[in-house]
């Protein structure tokens, strides 16, 4: 099956479309594609399918209807959960799915220099619309939204799709396209500094003037603002007389860097368009549901009046799960948003005295375009700089690997036209009226792609157990699937086979995934180096037996602590994202689950000394538990087993 929303819904199956009944049935299943992957609340259906006034059956008409979709889509199709549907649908049947992925990858091919392949993917990916809008015909908030969201998608598809052109082809040819697009679109600004530039390109320098004139007359009639920097910055050099004309089959022009900037800025000192985002990723696979929320928050961010605050959204997640690839990826698709730069900071690397705080706002107004000469001594005078800097513009900063909410308070832009991203391992961090998006592993499809990405798949025909077995250990979590997805790329004589009893035969296969010092293992050192002493004792414990889940009473065995003390430090760990809820065997139960390579990791860095502490507490309280153990206690000298197990 192959689900189409970029126009009318559709629906094919071996390339012919499927019949899905009556029009509430299709209504219901439009809203659970336009929230692909998320759970669509019994509510939400009823105000969809009946806005006005629902009929007494709704829940029976409602349960048959997703009977009828489950009869022609499949029985798994959609799942059904406490409080309403789901529908996923398999990676590369969705084309708003497919498209977002195209973009991506299209964006990652231009900041690589590859603008002839990042064009002919926009091309592909732009040849997927079948109408005027996403969800065409269909009425509603959630199609509205969605339809939205993919609308300023495809602007920034063709915009990049435009860039890549003005990059291969001659910018005369773009012309006529370009009038259209900014007749369609008479306030967006990158069109008109792609046409503007396309008209100069083309030896109508003053069809290009004129364009800018025309964009910021109906930017302060109708938004009471200026053009973006860059914009401007083009104007100016155009304006100039000192500078030669762009010719044919130059590179577009860039903002010059901020010691010969001479173009006026939003009201801030002349600097150049600063994209301090770490690189994409290529070939970023899966997630297509968390990108849509990230991507969602910051755009809206980036739409919203000067003057109130800043959009925020907080992408968390255990270690190695994907936070800070998500979140640049992310920046990556909607740099287009935030004209006056794309900013960076990573709060692992600041040191909490004033001196780094001094450091990291320099870099942050370096990037605004303040010379260093020009920047106050002290870190508070460059806050207000850095504040006043961004409250009129628009600027997009990510925060990553944040750890207290001290790390944000001094760098979260102000004004309504920024945004922020932050990646997290604490779920507890707080900032006001942020987005959560919280990151769980990866399911065993996206497992699977994102560890063949990039391999040729007949390399592995025939090893599906072995497969199976490599994907077990890494559990999911893309920093494992990536360092095996690499491993097998540097190794080429190497079967999965080899992989899976490389991995089998070591205590701590985390050792195996990433190079020495910065592989996984050490990843999961640092994160619990930033915990208390305290905690790293009990999390360490905890990693003593096999045991998937804990439960409080279990963890107080193990801790040697009360019931309830257990149940706070359980909590605790968990809000780090170094333990995750699961739901328990009796309704309305919790329990808690710990990651297979993190325990591995910490049971194989736990002291005997401390071990047999525990061993010896399980064996008198639980010895269920110790049946449970990875049999550490046969390697170790009978006569430590005897002492620590005597009765005390």
Known sequence: MRFSVLGPLQVLSLGRPV?????????????????????????????????????????????????????????????????????????????????????????????????GEAAALLRTGLGRWRGQSAFQHLEGEPFEREAGRLEELRLLALAHRIEADLETRDAAELVPELAGLVAAHPTHERLHHHLMLA????????????????????LAAELGTDPAADVQHLYQTLLSADRAAPAAGRRPWRAPSAAVAAGPDRKGPAGRYANQLPPDI????????????????????????????????????????????????????????????????????????????????????????????????????????????????????????????????????TGGGSAVCVTTQVSALAVDGAARVPLEVLGA?????????GLRAERFAGQGRHL???????????????AVGHLLAARPHWSLE?????????????????????????????????????????????????????????????????????????????????????????????????????RAHLHAMLPDSEYLTVFARASREAPYLVRRSPKRHRGLPEGLLAVACAPE
């Open 468 to 482: 199976d077995e490599v994907l077990a250990v890494c559990g999911g979590l893309p920093a494992a699937l990536r």
């Open 445 to 453: 499809d996206e497992s699977r792609a994102l560890l063949l990405s």
């Open 199 to 218: 008209l100069d390109r083309s030896g109508r320098r003053g069809d290009a003037l004129n364009v800018y004139l025309g964009l910021r007359r109906r």
């Open 282 to 413: 290529p070939d970023f696979v899966g997630r297509s549901r968390e990108r849509r929320l990230v991507v969602d928050a910051l755009m809206s961010g980036s739409a919203a009046p000067v003057g109130t605050a800043a959009r925020a959204v907080i992408v968390s997640g255990m270690t190695g799960v994907g936070k800070s690839a998500l979140a640049v990826h992310a920046a990556h698709l909607t740099r287009d948003r935030f004209p006056d730069g794309q900013l960076y900071v990573d709060a692992s690397a600041v040191p909490r005295t004033e001196e780094g705080l001094r450091s990291v706002l320099g870099r942050l107004l370096h990037g605004l375009g303040v010379p260093e000469d020009q920047q106050p001594t002290s870190w508070a005078l460059r806050q207000d700089v850095y504040r006043s800097l961004v409250a009129s513009r628009r600027v997009l900063v990510l925060i990553d690997n944040v750890t207290e909410a001290d790390d944000l308070r001094v760098i979260l832009p």
């Open 19 to 115: 019949a899905l009944g009556g029009p509430k049935q299709q209504l219901l299943l439009a809203l659970l594609l336009a929230r692909a992957g998320a759970v669509v609340s019994i509510p939400q259906i009823v105000d969809t399918l009946w806005p006005s006034r629902p009929p007494r059956t709704v829940l029976a008409q409602i349960h048959s209807r997703v009977s009828s979709l489950r009869h022609i889509l499949g029985a798994g199709a959609i799942e059904t959960f406490p409080t309403g549907y789901s529908l996923t649908p398999p990676p590369g049947t969705l084309d708003a799915a497919v498209f977002e992925e195209e973009v991506g990858r299209a964006v990652a091919l231009r900041a690589s220099g590859r603008h």
């Open 498 to 598: 080899r992989v899976a009893s490389s991995l089998a035969a070591v205590r701590n296969p985390a050792r195996r995934l990433g190079p020495p010092g910065r592989g996984l293992a050490d990843a999961f050192d640092e994160a619990c180096g930033r915990l208390t002493e305290e905690h790293r004792r009990a999390l360490s414990t905890l990693a003593a037996f096999e045991v998937e889940r804990l439960t409080p009473a279990t963890a107080g065995v193990l801790l040697g602590c009360s019931r309830a003390a257990a149940a706070a430090l359980l909590d605790e760990l968990t809000d780090r994202n170094l333990l995750r809820p699961v739901p328990g065997g009796r309704p309305g139960e919790w329990v808690y689950a710990m990651h297979g390579l993190l």
